[in-house]
């Protein structure tokens, strides 16, 4: 196959491959690459080149910033910042775009807090706040760490109040809700696990909290890390704090839904639902999650009860007729179920062909596995959640 036309996936394929062979290599030989990075580095460019030689530009660069990462994880040498800026200097040099040292600039600024540099760690990572949400949190335990205050107007700023330690940190998570940057940023280019970053962040979180408890920004935030990490407990601790201290806020109200879901919690489901409906009465989101939660449940009576509520408040006529759909197909009614397929083929018009696919998965209802029973009856209530929820606008804020 010529390999300038394979697709990026194919490519991909072959350098997480390549990538867990130098994984390796570097696990068995860290020591003698502390010693010679110029040879490393040179026989990572040689090898990629040739065993890979289609690689675009930006899996490259990716390529060796995971090599780099992975050195300087394993290194023992990695609390040593000469040593560790001459390997982020030799990894620099061999990418094929020069666009800035974002990622080595954070890695060194972590590196710096964990070896208590807090000064340094400052005036590394500051211009990156909106990078990822453990960057503000990293900079405000800096300043409680005790790094000393800044000089100049921002100093009088800071003195203003008996801890200007204490100021500064606030100022930093105030800063986290302000640029509100995305979370798990940091983990995608290959650095966001450090336990110590992690630790600080939780840390510092809870301090915001406490020091302003009337923000639901910070909950929001928490919430979104944990779920991200699959972190449970913390999420079911956030949002027991969050639906106290907020119990009118859609957003909480709605991860507390999916938290009972995961849990398989129906009562507590239908409890979050009525209090949705009671704040929300206007509104056709509570309505939607009864009619999910009763197709789950295949209540006849609740599913009813619910799509005439949803026919009141005009919900759209192709999210109505996959619902239906869900309802009878998890019902067991398969006249019904397969009535409703056509009626979806009516209702989408020439963009029915999602009535194709679930008619092909449907037909694994009837088998007698029943792993593939209860994968398919899964894709089918996926699959019509995320277009209902899609079309009906409905968002986490």
């Known amino acids: 196959m010529d390999q300038e036309c394979q697709p990026d996936a194919v490519i991909r394929l072959k350098l997480d491959q390549l990538k867990s062979d130098f994984f390796e290599y570097i696990e068995k030989n860290i020591d003698k690459i502390d010693t010679n990075i110029p040879v490393f580095y040179?026989?990572?460019?040689?090898?990629?080149?040739?065993?890979?030689?289609?690689?675009?530009?930006?899996?490259?660069?990716?390529?060796?910033?995971?090599?780099?990462?992975?050195?300087?994880?394993?290194?023992?040498?990695?609390?040593d910042l000469s040593h560790v800026q001459k390997l982020f200097d030799y990894a620099e040099r061999h990418k094929r775009k020069k666009t800035g040292k974002t990622l080595y600039d954070i890695v060194l600024g972590i590196n710096l807090i964990n070896t208590e540099k807090y000064t340094e760690a400052i005036e590394r990572l500051k211009k990156y706040r909106q990078a990822d949400v453990l960057i503000c949190p990293a900079l405000a335990y800096c300043y409680l760490a005790g790094a000393p205050m800044p000089a100049g107007p921002d100093a009088e700023n800071l003195s203003r109040g008996p801890a200007p330690d204490a100021l500064a940190a606030r100022e930093q998570m105030i800063e986290l809700v302000r640029l509100n940057p995305p979370v798990n940023r940091l983990r995608e280019m290959g650095i966001g696990d450090d336990p110590g970053m992690?630790?600080?962040?939780?840390?510092?979180?809870?301090?915001?909290?406490?020091?302003?408890?009337?923000?639901?920004?910070?909950?929001?935030?928490?919430?979104?890390?944990?779920?991200?990490?699959?972190?449970?407990?913390?999420?079911?601790e956030l949002l027991g704090l969050a639906t106290e201290r907020f119990f009118n806020d859609m957003y909480f109200l709605r991860e507390l839904y999916r938290l009972k879901l995961e849990n398989r919690d129906a009562p507590g489901v239908a409890g979050v639902v009525r209090q949705m409906t009671q704040q929300f009465p206007d509104e056709l989101e509570p309505v939607y999650y009864g009619m999910k939660l009763s197709i789950m449940t295949t209540h006849a009576d609740v599913y009813y009860k619910f799509r005439k509520?949803?026919?009141?408040?005009?919900?759209?006529?192709?999210?109505?007729?996959?619902?239906?759909?869900?309802?009878?197909?998890?019902?067991?009614?398969?006249?019904?179920?397969?009535?409703?397929?056509?009626?979806?083929?009516?209702?989408?018009?020439?963009?029915?062909?999602?009535?194709?696919?679930?008619?092909?998965?449907?037909?694994?209802?009837?088998?007698?596995?029943?792993?593939?029973?209860?994968?398919?009856?899964?894709?089918?209530?996926?699959?019509?959640?995320?277009?209902?929820?899609?079309?009906?606008?409905?968002q986490d804020a």
């Open 42 to 79: 040179g026989q990572v460019i040689a090898t990629l080149e040739k065993a890979v030689p289609a690689v675009n530009d930006d899996l490259y660069d990716r390529f060796i910033d995971s090599i780099t990462l992975r050195v300087l994880e394993t290194s023992n040498m990695s609390g």
């Open 198 to 236: 992690n630790r600080i962040f939780w840390f510092m979180l809870k301090k915001a909290m406490e020091w302003f408890p009337e923000k639901r920004e910070y909950l929001r935030v928490g919430i979104e890390k944990a779920s991200a990490e699959g972190r449970r407990d913390i999420r079911e």
């Open 309 to 394: 509520l949803a026919l009141a408040k005009n919900i759209p006529r192709t999210a109505l007729a996959l619902l239906d759909f869900g309802f009878e197909m998890m019902s067991g009614r398969k006249s019904e179920a397969h009535a409703c397929l056509d009626e979806i083929k009516l209702v989408f018009g020439p963009h029915h062909y999602f009535a194709i696919l679930l008619d092909y998965v449907a037909h694994d209802l009837s088998s007698d596995d029943e792993k593939k029973v209860k994968q398919a009856k899964k894709a089918v209530i996926d699959s019509v959640d995320y277009y209902c929820l899609s079309v009906m606008k409905i």
